[in-house]
Structure formats: C-alpha cells, structure tokens
C-alpha cells in the first residue's frame, strides 16, 4: 500500500515591510482584506486546504516580520520550507530592489537540497495603486534572470491574481515536495511532471 | 473481458481491503481530532470505497427496467422492506429535490464515466497496488459498472471540495445518521435477490465482514461545525480554550489548576507522566472532571480497551436512567471504567451559559477504578434480548449505579474487554471461558467479533440470566504496600523518616519491578489486609519486613539525594532569576496603589519611600488615572525624592531638548523627502518613458516626464522663470496653484522651484541649479554633478560635517539654540494664522534671506572653524539646507506644534503638494522674517549640511517609521486622529538621537502605551528612552533575547519537566522562538491596552521588588495558565505559535500577572529552601 504522503506545504512568505505580506496571506486565506494589520513581530502562520492536481493539500503559510533585522530569526521558521513567495511593493522601488537579498538570504537560512530548482514565486502587489513605479518588464526580466521564477501582479487589496498566484505556488511546492521524495510509489509520473513543468514554468508568468 | 473467479476473488478482497483501510483511516482521525468533519476527506474515500463494494456485482434487472444499476437506486428499492434504508432514502429525495443541480453524483457515475477512462483504469487493474494505493490521499471515486467484468476507476473529476460532499450522498447520509450498518446487512441477508451469485455482497464471508467493518464509522459523532477552509485544520485557540474550560473544574476557568511548583514536587517523585493521573488524592479529585473529558479518548497514558455510547446508568437521585459514553481505559497498571453523561460529551459547541447546568451531570459521571471492584454482578432479562445490566460491587460492599448496556451483545463485549484489560495482573473469577452454561454466549465475543451478525444474537435467548463474577487481583497488593509506605516517607521530611511505617505494610515478597510512586491512589490498610488473607501466601513476615525495611531505606535515600540535586540545579540555573530577599505581599486590604496611598507616600510633594512604592505597584498595580504621574516614577524618569520644582525644571528641560532634536531631524525630513519625491518623479517618468535611463541627469528631461501631463509643463517654466529674478513674485504665486491643485508629483516641482530659486539668487546659472540641488541633498551614488564646483562642493560639506559634529556631540548646542528653538516654535505657532495674505513678503524672503543676513553668522562660523571655505559655496550649500528646513516648517510645523499644546493640526494624509503649495509656506518663511532672524532657520545653528550617508541612512528610518506608524494600533480610539502624528515625532526623535540602532520594527508598539498615557510628545520620549535602555536589548542587536530563550529554557527543564519532554519530542520548539513577541514588546501585543498598562507598571516594579526577569515569569505564567491544553492536545511549534497568536489579547492578564508573582515567590522559597 502507499504510505500515505507528508500533505503539509510549507510556504514562507518574504519581502520588504509593508508591501502587504499579511494582507496577501489573509487575502488567499479568509478571503478578506483590512486595512488594520499590524507591523508583523516574529511570526505567524494561516492553514489553508487545497485541492492541487487532485490532491488535497494543506497549506501552511508562513507570513514573517518584513525588517531585514529580524531575519536572523528565520532559521526556525523557513526550515523545511516547500515554496518560498517573494513579495515586493510595485510602487516601492526599493522593495523590489530587495528581492536579490531576500531570495538569496532565504536560501542561506532554509538550505534547501537543491537551491538552484528550489520554487520560488514573485508576487509584485498592490497594482491596485495608480503611483506604480516598477514596471512589469522589469520585474519579469528579474524573474527571467533567476531560472524563471513564477511572477504575478497582485492586489491582496481588490484580490486580483490572489488566488492564482497561490495555486501556482501550492503546485510548485507540490512538485519540489514530489522531488524531494526519494522513495516514491510512482516514479514515472516525476518523471513526467518534472518534464511538464519545467519548461511550463515560463507559461506561468503571463501577466 | 472474461475474468476467472480467481480474479473476482482477488479483486474482492482487494475492494474489502480498501475499505479496511478507510475505516482505519477515519477511526485513526476521529481519536486523534476528537471529531470528525463532515466533509473530511477520508470520509469520502470510505464512501468511495462502500460504494464500489455495493456496486460490484449489482444486478441491474433486479432495479426495474428503467432503472440505472446505481446504489442510489438500490436504496430507493430497498426502502420499501428496510426502515433504515426508508429513513435515508427519504433524506436523499429531500436534498434532490431541494436542489435539483445537486444530484447524488453516485447516481450518474455509472453512466458519466468516459470510456476513456474505463479503459485505463482497466488498464491499471493490472498493477495489483494500483487500486489501493491511489485511493490514499486525494478523495477517490470507486465506480464499479454493471457487468462482470468489473473495473475500478480513479476519477479525476473531484476538483472542489462542495462537489466532493456530494459525491455518495446516500451513503454519507446513511453514515451521518449511523444507519449505514444497518442497510449493509439488510444488503447482506437479501442479497439474493439484488446481486449476482459471485458479488462481493453475495459473498458469505465479504459481506457480513463488510457491514461489521462499517460498524465503528457508524458509532462516529460527524460535525459540520467548521467551515469547509478549516475542517481539516486544527480547532482554533477558542475552542481548544473552551474545551478545555469545559472539561476542566469550571470556576478555576482556565487558569492552571496545578502551578508549576507542584509540577517541580512531581519531577522530583516521578520520571513517568504518569504522574499526571495523581498520586497524591487532592489532584487527582481536582481533575476528575477534566480526566472525564480529556481521558475519554485513547492516549499516550490510557488505552482505550472498550467505548459504547448510549450506555443507560441509574445515578442516584435520579428517577430515569441516563445515556451516556461508557469506556473502559487501561493506564499501566490500572483500569478504569468511565462514564459520561451524554449532556457532557458534546458540550463544547454550546454556549457558555449553560455550564451551570452542567455542573450536576458531573456529579452524576462515573469513575471507577477496577482496583476497588470486587464483583461484577451481571443481569439480563430473559426471553428478549434487552441488552444487559452489569453493576459493579465495591470493597466496601457498595454497589456502583447500574449500567445498561444496550442490545447487541455490549454487555458480553464489554466483560470481555474488562478481562483482557485485568490481566497479567488480575482476572475475572470464574473466568468468562470456563462458564460452561454460559459457554455460547461468553464465547461469541471472541470468536465472532469479526463477524457481527444480528441473526446471531438474536437466537441466544434461552441463555442463563444472572452471573456474578469476582475480581481477583493477584500481585497488586504488595505494590500497594510499598507505594503506600514509601509515599508517607518521602512526603515527610526525610530526617524524620519513619521506619515503621513499613511494620504495618505487607507480606510477600518485594522483589518484583521498581516501584512507581505515585501510580496507584493511597489504599486504606482494610484492603490490604483483606487481599492478603484472600492470596493466603505463606511467606515469613519477618523477612518481608526486613526487606521492606532496606529497600524503604534506600529509596528515601534515592529521593532525597534526587532533591538535593535537583535543588542544587535550580539554585545554579535559576537563582540569578530572582531576588533573595523576598518582598512581604500585600495585606488583604490593600489595593495596589490608590490614589490615598500616593498622596500618603507624596510628602509635600516628594516621593521618598520607593520600597514602599514599588511593593504597592508590583502587588496591586497602579490605579488607572494615576498612571500619568506614577509612571515616570516607575520608569527612572523622576527621581525618588525629587521635589515638584526640580521635577518641573526637568520636563522643561527635557522639552527643551526634544524640540531641539525634533527641529534637527525635521529638517533631514525635509530634504529626504524632497529626494523622495524627486525619486520618485524619476521613476514615474522612467517608467512611462519605458525605462529610458539615459534623460535623468538633465533637469529638462526629469521635469518634462514629471507625471506626464500639463503640470509639468508648469513646473518646469516656473523653474526657468525663476533663473529671471524680477518674476519671482508672479512664479510663487503659479507654483502654489499648481502644486495645490496637483498633488506629489506638482509638490516635488514646487519644491525644486523654490530651492531653485534661492540657489539662483546666489548663483544664477539654470543648469547649476539642478546640480547644486541634487549635491545639496544626496547623490545616492550617481552623480548627477558634471560642473567643476562639484568637487569644491563636496570638500565643503566636509567641513561643514566637522563644524556641526560638535554642537551635536556636546547633546545641548551652544548658545545660538536656544533662542532658535524659540524661533521655531513661535514659527510653528503663525502656522494657524499664517495665510495666504502674506504670501507676498514671503515670496520675497528666501531671497532676502539667503542672499543677505543668514549667510552672515554661518559665514562667521564656518570662518572660524575652517577658514579655509570659498564664502560664495560656502553660502550656497547653507542656503540650500536652509530651504529644505524651511520646507520641513512648512510640511512639519504643524505636527510640531501639537506637542505644544497647538491642535490646529493638519492631518496626515495632506497631500505634500498641498501643503508645500498651500498656505504653509507663507506662514514659514513669514515666521523667518521675524526679528530673531539671525538664528531663524534650526539647522542653522546646526550647520544644516548633513552627509548622504546621513541622509540616506535616517532617509530609510524615516520610511520605515512612517509605514510602521500608520499602521501602529489605528483601531484604537486613541490613535484614531492625528496623534499617530506624535507616535511618529517621538519614534523618529529616538532614532535620530540612535542612529547607529536605527528603527526596527516593535519600538512603535512600545512608545504607543506611553503616548497613551502620558499624552505628551516629550515625556513620552523621555520615558520610552529609559524604557528602551532595557528593551533595545531584546532587538535584534542586543543579545538579551537569547538570554531569555535561554532562561525560558531552563526555568521549564527545572519547573515543568513534563512541558519541557513535550516541547523536546514534539518537534523540539525548546529555541522559545514562540515567546519572541512577548519578549520583544513586553507582551504589549499579546494583551488589550488597558492590560498592557497593568503589565507593564508590574513589570517595571517587579525589577525593585522581585526580579529583574519578571517578563519571564510572565511567560511561563502564561504557558502554564494553558498547560493542560498544550499537553493534552500535544501541540508541537506551529500548534504553539498558532495557539498564541489566536490567543493574543484575549488572555485574563490579572490572572496571569497573579500566577507571574507566585511563580517567582516560589521560586524564591524553593532557592531559599523554605
């Protein structure tokens, strides 16, 4: 019989204060959005199930504190992450700037086995304001540049790409997850997704 | 495709086996959650499975010629013989005919499969595993079609959870109302005339063995409580909090019924957990009630050997009988019986107001230990089959209320179970099996459990009535002895030992295991000396007796060795927690400190006894209206014996310095946001431009794509208006409608206009103009200077830097300041009146100003300092900084003067444009006319130039102040209006005097409880500084916060050894990471507002009375306060982090603040050894 599989997703959800991690988070989740979080102080986390190439995930996502001063805490939370999100603000130039540390600091603390495939997923939000200053190009010429990294354009304000985004990146965890177990039942069909997705990935950043 | 029986055989089993393993998977969620969802995923795979069970081999004749082969159908047909299956039917049309989209998906299957899909799945029947394991995880539909060949197909076609919920509507129906048992054997005894000879249903062994398995889903409680996002998620902090309110004695709410130093006694008695089930009476009677609730289900300390709900008891002083839950639990070395009224079961999803009632039905709830049963009287009633009564027989000779098992063969079940569970140590007597007259009925249990088959029961009814069974308990007593003695002896201080306790104790021999102290309740002597005489074992006493005598010894010994190590152990760890001296709590009449104790402790107005004023604070708290006075005290702001005038002298002296510091750091603000803006202009333009880099070093480009509209083109002949002077006056006048009626982007322009223009009055060349600007302020690492002077320029600032380092060195600038911060307020106080009718003069002034007095003094000092300085860039630069502070005047000035009393503030969100171009600057640059004009400009004094690392630097803080700031508690009534404004002025005046620690996130947290209270910008500052002198420790630049981790982890090793093995197995969260927030803000988040107050002030307190590492005691109070849930519910880090977060601010703070102080003062007794 198959054991039955880790049905945990760990997504780590990562950028700049206040480019709307928590909105985002609570946006996906509760499907709602407030004006009245706080500045995030260590960390939090919402569940989520979902039904992902029909199989009934939970998805565990982790929404941390946004100062780069209290990354030295992330260790105990980015551990055994499945799919790290990168957020920045598309009117804030700087936090899209930042993105190379985050993702590059993300990578030092979690260690996944395979940093180079490791998913990540950009999510450049609050398109809903109209003092937008990082162009879609750019961002997705970033994205490019850093093995095709998934990238969309989100409001967690008016909810636009919210939940897509979110399905792309519980597929993506799926599939590292798929990846990261050695011993499988169905070996073929890692084969097969790792072949269908790869060079689907560009597909995903169509926005 | 023919299919051989082997095959059928082999595809049968495997059908069963699925189901199997469903039932076990959904049995596996029901113990674990304590409840099932509805919709819960495995309950739709065992649907899955059911149904392919029933569909295999259906005939379809047997439906009627119209009829598809769907179960559906088959339960419609069946309706008419079977009333369960007539119930359920019924509950099925309703639902269709409700909503006629939704119809029972099971129906169409069948018929909707693609043939594509049969055929692959046929395919896949192949590989033996297939049919299995896919079935695992995701919800699997199992359709089995009509004829003899049969396949079994994974249907991908469950993609949204609501559709799964309607998938095998029948038979989750039938499960809900646990009917489905009962169908299924209806299915079974009929199966002759619905299936095929060689179906699974058919099948002699299969199909009963199907409706048995069915039999403990059936038994299940479902609940669709929760909403379809969190079934699967674990029960949210509320209800683990009310749950456990609920099982635990209700007036202690939930608050730790046993603190943490009984936890510490128990470390030192027991290595087990098994302490918890209580060696000591009291405990175990203060969580009887909670044992109830929580031990009803299988757990690392009890397996559950029997449960049947419905179980009738008789309690006393009740007329009817009761139903209830009746479970038999197996702890290491005893057994218990348990029931609970059914009003208790489900008790948590009701609301609280009916706890009240409860409290009687835990009265009547069962909890008997077999150790004290002696018979077991059983009773049925002949000729019907009426289930049984069994009525357990105490030692004492009392009988225990009746229990009445329903029908089905409970009764025998439930004697079985009790016999397996008396064992090795003890068993039923005559023993079940060697009833010969009751042989048939005591041997199905056994031997048919596979197999439950009503039929069966039913012909049993010419068996014996009446059975009376005895318990005999084999080595149980001379454990008792033991523990019993040795208990005595350790609770009594080992110098006073008494050895002979032991005389009294025992007979036989002790050799066998180690002793457990505390696992079995205390026995009264009578029991034991009525088991021995029923062992009649023939040992000599005496050696007994000496035996017990040395093994006693050595025990005792063992124990107060462990002790004094463990002693040893706190005092190195956790002696440094606390204070020595312990502080005498408050008399019973004392209040904490009322305004009567204040103004007795206030002599003329000096406070001198600080003992006394601490104890009263750490104690009692501080009344709420007095906090205002009280807390500069607490917080080192005013001395101890300091006299009202010298108090007096000290705010104004500390006034005096925020104003000063605030004027400085205002005027960074300024040009930081001009930067800001200019940035952001670039960016806009750049990226309507579509990234075209190469025009942002020319003023014309930048300006021409501000926003790409009219405006710009506005702005940008104001700037080349400007290079004419004569037209000043008419370009002000056009740069305020502009920038007025346009927002940012025209606000930016209107500010490199009139910077612009002051430069140009010194040095009129328009392309320098943007040059010197962009140097003036910072050049961000491209340098937009191409011109020669630029190097001159930035060796000026250089000296400039060296000048004004020192004023700023010195903390108090020399004498220009003060006259200047007098300037400055009064400049901030025109802002009201200031309007648009001195537009005129003002227009003129920068002129004036920069060209003809300001330079002078700057010129004088920059002179005498360097001597060296060309006066023309010399002035440019000053001239330059000048303008941005009178822009921060402009765009601050009025948050400024709200810290003086001054609430004609404008709100935040103004528009900078607005402002920049509104009245604001008339009424500047007028207040700069005023006579001090000498010393007008803040920055002035200062040097006003200030390094692009500087800039850069308190540039990001600022931003970040500001994001953080708008979103610091907005739903509080206090932050509501513009005093968030105060939050920012004081959190920006901290870190500019703390550059080099910057802002992190959690200081506007801090400083808002005492903006709160204080409602002064400039006490408030004062106090969060000497708050910060302990809290910047816990930032991420301090080491104090591993310090806390570490003390944490200690004090839970020591205290609550039994949390700690939790928080180390479970994941190990023993790093605290968990207590991160309550340490880096004092809990100020983990509390509401007016519980942060009462927290805080003890804390402060707390370090002159008790321990300077309250918030410690703090946190483990407040891990204890939920103890009992977090190791019931054995929650690892992210179950921990979860609850805590759901948790914040609706913790009883008092509560905790109580438990915190007598956590510490036992501490304090166990280190002094009291």
């Known amino acids: 019989m198959a054991s039955r599989k880790k049905s945990l997703l760990k997504v780590i959800i990562l950028g700049d204060s206040s480019v709307g991690k928590t909105s985002l988070m609570n946006q996906y989740v509760n499907k709602r959005f407030s004006n009245q979080y706080k500045a995030t102080i260590g960390a939090d986390f919402c569940t989520k199930e979902v039904v992902v190439n029909d199989r009934v995930v939970t998805m565990q996502i982790w929404d941390t504190a946004g100062q780069e001063r209290f990354q030295s805490l992330g260790v105990a939370f980015y551990r055994g992450a499945d799919c790290c999100v990168l957020v920045y603000d598309v009117t804030a130039p700087n936090s899209f700037k930042n993105l190379d540390s985050w993702r590059d600091e993300f990578l030092i603390q979690a260690s996944p086995r395979d940093p180079e495939h490791f998913p990540f997923v950009v999510l450049g939000n609050k398109v809903d304001l109209d003092n937008r200053q990082v162009s879609t190009r750019r961002a997705q010429q970033w994205c490019q540049s850093k093995n095709d990294i998934p990238y969309y354009e989100t409001s967690a304000k008016e909810g636009i790409n919210v939940e897509l985004a979110f399905q792309t990146i519980a597929k993506n965890a799926l599939e590292q997850e798929a990846e990261a177990d050695v011993v499988n039942d169905f070996p073929d069909q890692i084969i097969l997704n790792s072949q269908n997705n790869r060079p689907g990935n560009p597909d995903n950043c169509q926005c | 495709?023919?299919?051989?029986?082997?095959?059928?055989?082999?595809?049968?089993?495997?059908?069963?086996?699925?189901?199997?393993?469903?039932?076990?998977?959904?049995?596996?969620?029901?113990?674990?959650?304590?409840?099932?969802?509805?919709?819960?995923?495995?309950?739709?795979?065992?649907?899955?499975?059911?149904?392919?069970?029933?569909?295999?081999?259906?005939?379809r004749r047997a439906l009627g010629l119209f009829k598809t082969s769907s179960t559906t159908a088959l339960l419609h047909k069946i309706a008419k013989s079977c009333p369960e299956a007539e119930h359920i039917s019924k509950l099925v049309q309703e639902i269709e005919a409700s909503d006629p989209s939704k119809r029972s998906s099971s129906s169409s299957d069948s018929f909707q499969r693609p043939p594509m899909?049969?055929?692959?799945?046929?395919?896949?029947?192949?590989?033996?595993?297939?049919?299995?394991?896919?079935?695992?995880?995701?919800?699997?539909?199992?359709?089995?079609?009509?004829?003899?060949?049969?396949?079994?197909?994974?249907?991908?076609?469950?993609?949204?959870?609501?559709?799964?919920?309607?998938?095998?509507?029948?038979?989750?129906?039938?499960?809900?109302?646990?009917?489905?048992?009962?169908?299924?054997?209806?299915?079974?005894?009929?199966?002759?005339?619905?299936?095929?000879?060689?179906?699974?249903?058919?099948?002699?062994?299969?199909?009963?063995?199907?409706?048995?398995?069915?039999?403990?889903?059936?038994?299940?409680?479902?609940?669709?409580?929760?909403?379809?996002?969190?079934?699967?998620?674990?029960?949210?902090?509320?209800?683990?909090?009310?749950?456990?309110?609920?099982?635990?004695?209700?007036?202690?709410?939930?608050?730790?019924?046993?603190?943490?130093?009984?936890?510490?006694?128990?470390?030192?008695?027991?290595?087990?957990?098994?302490?918890?089930?209580?060696?000591?009476?009291?405990?175990?009677?203060?969580?009887?009630?909670?044992?109830?609730?929580?031990?009803?289900h299988q757990n690392a300390k009890a397996t559950l050997l029997y449960g049947k709900n419905n179980v009738q008891v008789l309690p006393k002083n009740v007329a009817e009988p009761m139903p209830g839950y009746l479970s038999l639990h197996q702890h290491i070395q005893t057994l218990t019986i348990k029931w609970t009224p059914n009003q208790l079961m489900n008790g948590y999803n009701e609301a609280e107001e009916e706890d009240i009632d409860k409290d009687a039905f835990w009265a009547y709830a069962l909890n008997i230990n077999v150790d004290e049963i002696v018979y077991v009287h059983c009773h049925q009633s002949r000729g019907e089959d009426s289930g049984g009564t069994v009525i357990l027989v105490g030692q004492d000779g009392v009988q225990r209320p009746p229990i009445h098992f329903p029908e089905g063969g409970h009764m025998q079940q439930f004697l079985s179970c009790l016999e397996t569970g008396l064992l090795p140590h003890g068993q039923l007597d005559p023993p079940l099996w060697s009833q010969r007259g009751i042989g048939k009925m005591f041997l199905w249990p056994r031997s048919m459990r596979r197999r439950i088959l009503p039929?069966?029961?039913?012909?049993?009814?010419?068996?014996?009535?009446?059975?009376?069974?005895?318990?005999?308990?084999?080595?149980?007593?001379?454990?008792?002895?033991?523990?019993?003695?040795?208990?005595?002896?350790?609770?009594?201080?080992?110098?006073?030992?008494?050895?002979?306790?032991?005389?009294?104790?025992?007979?036989?021999?002790?050799?066998?295991?180690?002793?457990?102290?505390?696992?079995?309740?205390?026995?009264?002597?009578?029991?034991?000396h009525h088991q021995q005489q029923m062992l009649q074992q023939s040992t000599s006493i005496e050696m007994v007796c000496s035996t017990m005598r040395r093994q006693i010894i050595s025990r005792a010994f063992y124990g107060w060795l462990a002790y004094c190590r463990h002693l040893s152990t706190v005092r190195t760890h956790l002696s440094g927690l606390v204070h020595g001296r312990i502080t005498p709590e408050m008399k019973a009449d004392e209040e904490g400190l009322t305004r009567e104790r204040w103004e007795l402790l206030n002599v003329d107005g000096v406070l001198e006894n600080a003992t006394e004023?601490?104890?009263?604070?750490?104690?009692?708290?501080?009344?709420?209206?007095?906090?205002?006075?009280?807390?500069?005290?607490?917080?080192?702001?005013?001395?101890?014996?300091?006299?009202?005038?010298?108090?007096?002298?000290?705010?104004?002296?500390?006034?005096?310095?925020?104003?000063?510091?605030?004027?400085?750091?205002?005027?960074?603000?300024?040009?930081?946001?001009?930067?800001?803006?200019?940035?952001?202009?670039?960016?806009?333009?750049?990226?309507?431009?579509?990234?075209?880099?190469?025009?942002?070093?020319?003023?014309?480009?930048?300006?021409?794509?501000?926003?790409?509209?009219e405006l710009e083109n506005e702005v940008f002949e104001d700037i080349s208006d400007i290079s004419d002077p004569g037209d000043l006056e008419f370009d002000e006048q056009q740069q305020q409608e502009g920038g007025g009626g346009a927002g940012g982007a025209g606000g930016a322009g209107g500010l490199v206009t009139s910077l612009s223009g002051m430069h140009l009055s010194v040095k009129p060349i328009p392309r320098s103009m943007k040059t010197s600007t962009d140097s003036g302020h910072v050049d961000e690492g491209e340098s937009f200077n191409e011109l020669d002077e630029d190097l001159d320029q930035e060796q000026d600032r250089e000296r400039e830097r060296e000048k004004q380092a020192k004023p700023e060195e010195q903390g108090t600038p020399p004498n220009p300041e003060p006259s200047c911060s007098t300037s400055t307020a009064s400049s901030y106080e025109t802002v009201g009146m200031g309007g648009a009718q001195t537009t005129t003069r003002s227009v003129l002034s920068p002129e004036y100003l920069s060209a003809d007095e300001l330079q002078l003094p700057e010129d004088e000092e920059a002179s005498a300092a360097s001597g060296a300085a060309k006066p023309h860039q010399q002035a440019a630069s000053v001239i330059i900084t000048k303008a941005s502070v009178d822009i921060a005047n402009w765009e601050r000035g009025p948050r400024a003067?709200?810290?003086?009393?001054?609430?004609?503030?404008?709100?935040?969100?103004?528009?900078?444009?607005?402002?920049?171009?509104?009245?604001?600057?008339?009424?500047?640059?007028?207040?700069?006319?005023?006579?001090?004009?000498?010393?007008?400009?803040?920055?002035?004094?200062?040097?006003?130039?200030?390094?692009?690392?500087?800039?850069?630097?308190?540039?990001?803080?600022?931003?970040?102040?500001?994001?953080?700031?708008?979103?610091?508690?907005?739903?509080?009534?206090?932050?509501?209006?513009?005093?968030?404004?105060?939050?920012?002025?004081?959190?920006?005046?901290?870190?500019w005097e703390h550059l080099d620690v910057g802002y992190m996130q959690g200081m506007c947290d801090l400083v808002a409880p005492l903006l709160v209270i204080f409602d002064d910008e400039s006490l408030s500052y004062s106090c969060f500084c000497k708050l910060m002198e302990r809290m910047i420790e816990n930032f991420p630049s301090g080491g104090a916060m591993d310090m806390h981790f570490a003390n944490m982890r200690s004090l839970i090793q020591i205290l609550d050894s039994e949390m700690y093995d939790l928080m180390d197995s479970n994941g190990d969260y023993t790093h605290f990471y968990f207590c991160y927030r309550w340490f880096l803000l004092d809990f100020k988040r983990e509390l509401v507002y007016d519980d942060v107050f009462a927290t805080w002030e003890v804390i402060w307190a707390a370090k002159h009375i008790a321990s300077g590492h309250f918030v410690l005691f703090l946190a483990l109070a407040l891990l204890e306060t939920y103890r009992d849930i977090i190791l019931s519910n054995s929650m690892d880090f992210t179950d921990v982090i979860k609850f805590f977060n759901e948790m914040a601010e609706r913790h009883n703070a008092q509560a905790v603040l109580q438990l915190a102080r007598s956590l510490v003062l036992q501490l304090q007794m166990i280190i002094e050894n009291k």
């Open chain 2, 455 to 528: 039929s069966v029961m039913e012909s049993v009814d010419e068996t014996p009535i009446d059975y009376v069974f005895r318990i005999v308990s084999k080595s149980r007593h001379e454990e008792f002895a033991a523990t019993h003695s040795i208990l005595d002896f350790v609770r009594s201080t080992p110098r006073r030992a008494q050895l002979s306790s032991c005389s009294t104790t025992g007979s036989s021999d002790c050799s066998n295991k180690s002793l457990s102290i505390d696992q079995f309740p205390l026995e009264s002597p009578l029991l034991l």
């Open chain 2, 897 to 991: 003067s709200g810290g003086q009393g001054d609430h004609q503030m404008s709100p935040l969100e103004e528009s900078p444009g607005e402002t920049a171009g509104g009245a604001g600057p008339g009424s500047n640059l007028d207040a700069l006319q005023e006579p001090k004009s000498a010393c007008a400009s803040p920055a002035s004094s200062n040097g006003g130039v200030y390094s692009s690392e500087l800039l850069e630097q308190f540039g990001l803080n600022l931003h970040r102040i500001e994001k953080d700031v708008q979103r610091c508690d907005r739903n509080y009534w206090y932050f509501a209006n513009e005093n968030l404004d105060k939050l920012r002025n004081v959190i920006s005046t901290y870190v």
């Open chain 2, 613 to 709: 004023f601490y104890r009263l604070v750490y104690f009692g708290g501080v009344q709420p209206e007095m906090r205002q006075e009280v807390w500069p005290y607490l917080l080192g702001h005013y001395a101890f014996g300091s006299t009202p005038e010298e108090r007096k002298k000290q705010d104004e002296t500390c006034k005096h310095y925020y104003e000063t510091t605030m004027s400085e750091w205002l005027a960074v603000d300024a040009i930081v946001q001009q930067r800001e803006k200019e940035k952001t202009a670039r960016a806009v333009a750049k990226l309507s431009s579509g990234s075209n880099s190469g025009n942002e070093r020319t003023v014309r480009a930048v300006d021409l794509d501000l926003g790409g509209g």
């Open chain 2, 117 to 296: 899909l049969k055929k692959s799945s046929s395919h896949s029947m192949s590989g033996s595993q297939q049919v299995a394991a896919s079935s695992s995880s995701a919800s699997v539909s199992v359709s089995a079609s009509a004829s003899a060949s049969v396949s079994v197909s994974v249907s991908a076609s469950n993609s949204s959870m609501s559709l799964a919920s309607l998938k095998y509507l029948w038979i989750r129906l039938a499960l809900y109302e646990k009917r489905l048992t009962k169908i299924i054997e209806y299915l079974v005894s009929n199966a002759s005339s619905f299936y095929e000879r060689d179906s699974l249903v058919a099948d002699p062994d299969y199909g009963s063995i199907l409706s048995s398995l069915l039999v403990g889903p059936c038994a299940l409680e479902f609940t669709r409580a929760k909403t379809a996002d969190h079934y699967w998620t674990d029960p949210h902090a509320d209800e683990l909090v009310q749950r456990h309110r609920i099982s635990s004695c209700r007036r202690s709410s939930s608050t730790c019924s046993r603190p943490a130093i009984i936890n510490f006694k128990r470390s030192l008695n027991t290595s087990s957990d098994e302490a918890s089930s209580g060696s000591f009476k009291s405990i175990a009677s203060a969580s009887v009630a909670k044992d109830y609730v929580e031990s009803l």
């Open chain 2, 1 to 59: 495709m023919v299919q051989t029986t082997a095959d059928t055989m082999d595809f049968k089993e495997r059908l069963i086996a699925s189901v199997k393993k469903e039932v076990k998977q959904l049995m596996e969620e029901a113990v674990t959650k304590k409840y099932v969802h509805e919709e819960s995923s495995s309950v739709t795979s065992l649907c899955g499975a059911v149904e392919a069970c029933l569909s295999q081999g259906l005939r």
